[in-house]
């Protein structure tokens, strides 16, 4: 939802034959507004017991068994895949299932490329740590720096200051190096990048170190 990515999934799934004989609409697989979603626990998926002198617990929903979706609507399919299975996917395994939709499969790209293969396209941005969130809405921002097979600016975005705070930590070395490479697609896109971090491969890539 954050990247716009669900909203070129749920249009795809809207217009799948299943789907259009149905009438199901775009708005029909969100699971934020009433139609397609289960009104049991409001596209939630889970229930929350409030639990005396205790946190409130979740538990799965027991009509749709935490899928968030009525039965009819999960009876559509792209590729064997429901709209919560697709929800359920990691970004590198949608990449598969997507690879032939550009404007799904070259967002799932960035993500991938910001070292965020790993998540799932369904999972709650409040589960985030601090530095996916950060990569999560750079992904945003670079949906504006996009370049052609040549590397040349297509659409120069106005100039932008980012400032990001420790991204790399919990990062695995070689996701370290994606994450440089797409700081430095900011860069060539005019925009300034202040980094606040510790990792020595970061700083050596800054044109400016301030101690």
Same mark, same amino acid.
């Given at each position: ?58 538990? #799965?929903?027991? =009509? ?9 609507? @999960? ?5 064997? /895949?429901? +709209? ?72 120069? #975005?106005?100039? =932008? ?9 919990? @990062? ?5 190096? /994606?994450? +440089? ?31």
């Amino acid at each position: 939802t954050y990247t716009g990515l669900f909203d070129h999934v749920r249009q795809l799934f809207a217009a799948l034959p299943s789907a259009k004989i149905r009438g199901y609409k775009t708005g029909w697989f969100s699971f934020n507004t009433p139609g397609g979603r289960c009104e049991t626990c409001k596209g939630a998926g889970v229930r929350t017991i409030a639990m005396n002198f205790l946190p409130d617990v979740d538990v #799965p929903c027991e =009509t749709c068994r935490g899928k968030r979706y009525d039965r009819e609507t @999960l009876e559509v399919r792209f590729k064997g /895949k429901n +709209i919560a299975d697709v929800l359920a996917l990691s970004v590198e395994q949608a990449m598969e299932v997507f690879s032939e939709i550009p404007n799904i499969s070259s967002k799932l790209s960035t993500l991938l490329d910001v070292g965020l293969g790993y998540i799932t396209l369904g999972q709650g941005s409040t589960t985030l740590s601090g530095g996916e969130a950060q990569r999560i809405k750079l992904v945003t921002e670079l949906a504006k720096v996009r370049n052609d097979a040549r590397g040349s600016l297509r659409q120069r #975005p106005k100039q =932008t200051l980012y400032v990001l705070d420790e991204p790399t930590v919990g @990062l695995h070395m070689a996701d370290v190096e /994606k994450l +440089i490479h797409v700081l430095h697609r900011l860069v060539d896109g005019g925009n300034s990048v202040v980094v606040v971090e510790h990792n020595l491969d970061v700083m050596a890539e800054a044109d400016w170190i301030i101690d």
